[in-house]
């Protein structure tokens, strides 16, 4: 075991967090580019209290709205060019997982002269990874992404279909100020998608990291049992306020670093999934429940210990000795029948997704992210007819 | 739930990263205070590598040894008499929580020109918490304290005979360095009162917090199953790099914040054991093996569900419908067992303290902390005659 480990964010966790936003923002900036989704933070009032509380601590604000679910490299470049000419000073994403990427990125994309995308790691040459940003304030309206806490992006580039991401210290939010009262309009739906992306999160540095981390495994393993405890909670009683804010904390510890730390961990299902949202507009979380069991039966094939460990501790099935398979593959059938439980798809034609693109959709993931010999990363590492296969077995 | 977290520490964990304190010191200072405890660290020549490393990197040093066990304040205005006569722009520590914590006062002390003993959080009024210190780093030699990535330290004032604790955010390290070859010769005795160190830390905000924290409950018991396990493994073979990696990451993990986030907990087993420690030179974690488990059977009769639970998750005890004393006492009793299995001792008599002072060991402890009925902070908390029946209990 051998890491770097620091994340500087400062967390801000309480119902009704919301109100303190304006104190919290002007600490660090005096005008505000405020960036938000779709309309329904304006339905539900959220925005109006937001800028209510900004304007009282006398931070400005300037609007950049309408954020696109699976975010665009064009709508970064819109918000930094109002960012800029409005000479805001601090960026305040007020939305889910699309509108805090986006932030991020235009917070970055302000201070550098060139294109936005070069500041992607999708396989290119020359990346520019950016060194300074504005400060960012995450206000999480959903409890899925995590990026409230962690200096990661993903955006799409409409023009070449390409979903790429960014990593840089420089993106850590200043401040994460996570009210999961605005979560409690947020439709089942979206709720399962949110708690299957929460799940997969770890799940990616349970099963692809090093071996020999046995409590990041338990850390895991808490995130798993906790999202899926209480995220059949909130998909049943979206105002039920325990459960949203037991969603909420462990959408935050999920991909914040603390679970992953040490673990080396690569993000097959994640890359999967990003290919098949970049093409089709449909909702990360709903990918991943797709992909992920899809994904999990295969290479439990190459790693029978772990996925029997999974299958033991967080469903307890009974060990099998001589048959860790048989035991692991009990764990994913359970999982898969959890997710289904809470209304999440378990298969493509469910996302409207057919055969036709198979080898583009494998072509397309390994483009972004490879290692030395074109396979993409992940225990085991998958070459292009095992994506396809991977895939086929999700039709 | 309700909480705010912010550990800027950049953490540095790897076996052999002693080497890289030069590189990691010199962007913080050009001048080092290097404090040290016994002469341990010169006889191993992991002191004489620190050197090497910092005047490699062109920081020069400047020595402060002879931090002992339970550290006093007068150690700490001696470090600091040094860091401000030679000029010291960073202090390093180099050794177990005492040096550790004696070095997060020092240099907080440097920069106040009052008594540091004013700083100290002892029930007294007009605590100055300190605002700014010298950059520190920390690198641990024992796995225990936790001391290397938090803002907190306990210091002892010898003359009046009180052991105090302080907590400011200008003393979280700038870097915890963290090698766990540096623990390979910690004897078995001392790596078994780490362990029982380790696990103290999280069971206090396990049994001690409020309620509602599931996923913060999960993380409590990897900690404790983590540091059971691989803390067998590291008293019974000193050598096993990978049992003293997995302790020491257990170390840094059970008070760095992350378990106890949110929880909102006391910390009675800790305050008790801080008297008996500043009366009798004892080992804070073999003191904490006595009162933890005597500590437990008391309070366990008033919170039975989350005792059972413990026992349940952590030793497999059965759940008994309509007795969870019942299995809760068991959990404590496997407690003890293997507390007793790694060499720890579970009777005062062990520590050679009798009978004869428990009153004063309950008005210190009372004098330090106290709620405004006078009680010791806990769940339940504890009254002087309450103190007075768990140390008895474990004579």
Chains 1, 2 share one sequence.
């Not at 037991?246 to 961990?265: E, H, K, M, R």
């Not at 009974?318 to 029948?337: Q, S, T, Y």
Request: hydrophobic content about 45%; charged content about 20%.
């Amino acid at each position: 075991m051998k890491f770097e480990f620091q994340n500087p964010t400062h967390l801000v966790f309480a119902a009704g967090a919301l109100s303190r936003l304006g104190e919290v923002a002007s600490a660090h900036g005096k005008r505000a580019l405020l960036v938000t989704g779709g309309g329904s933070v304006k339905r539900s009032g959220v925005f109006d209290r937001a800028v209510s509380s900004l304007k009282l601590a006398g931070v400005s604000v300037v609007e950049c709205s309408g954020i696109e679910p699976n975010p665009r490299i064009s709508s970064v470049i819109r918000g930094a060019g109002i960012a800029r000419s409005e000479k805001c000073d601090v960026v305040i994403a007020l939305g889910g997982g699309s509108t805090m990427d986006a932030s991020k990125v235009i917070a970055a994309a302000v201070l550098y002269e060139g294109d936005p995308w070069d500041m992607f790691l999708h396989g290119q040459e020359n990346v520019h990874v950016p060194a300074s940003a504005l400060p960012v304030i995450t206000v999480p309206t959903l409890a899925a992404t995590g990026s409230e806490m962690n200096c990661g992006a993903v955006i799409s580039n409409e023009e070449s279909k390409v979903k790429s991401f960014i990593q840089a210290n420089c993106l850590y939010p200043k401040v994460a100020l996570v009210d999961p009262e605005l979560t409690l309009t947020v439709p089942a739906d979206h709720t399962a998608y949110g708690v299957c992306d929460i799940i997969t999160h770890v799940t990616e540095g349970y099963f692809n990291g090093v071996e020999g981390t046995p409590l990041q495994d338990r850390f895991a393993e808490g995130v798993i049992l906790t999202a899926m405890e209480w995220g059949k909670k909130a998909v049943a009683d979206g105002s039920d306020i325990e459960a949203r804010a037991q969603v909420q904390w462990a959408s935050v510890v999920a991909l914040n670093g603390w679970v992953q730390i040490g673990t080396d961990a690569a993000f097959p299902v994640h890359m999967i999934e990003h290919t098949l949202s970049a093409l089709h507009d449909i909702a990360h979380g709903a990918g991943l429940a797709v992909v992920n069991p899809a994904w999990m039966r295969f290479a439990a094939k190459a790693r029978p210990a772990r996925f029997a460990q999974f299958a033991q501790r967080i469903f307890g099935v009974p060990a099998r000795p001589g048959d860790e398979l048989g035991c692991a593959i009990e764990g994913i059938e359970r999982f898969e029948a959890f997710l289904a439980s809470i209304g999440c798809p378990l298969r493509l034609s469910q996302l409207g997704i057919d055969a036709a693109l198979l080898q583009q959709y494998a072509q397309d993931t390994l483009h972004i992210v490879h290692d030395d010999q074109g396979r993409l990363p992940g225990c085991p590492p998958m070459g292009e007819s095992d994506i396809v296969d991977v895939l086929r077995s999700a039709l």
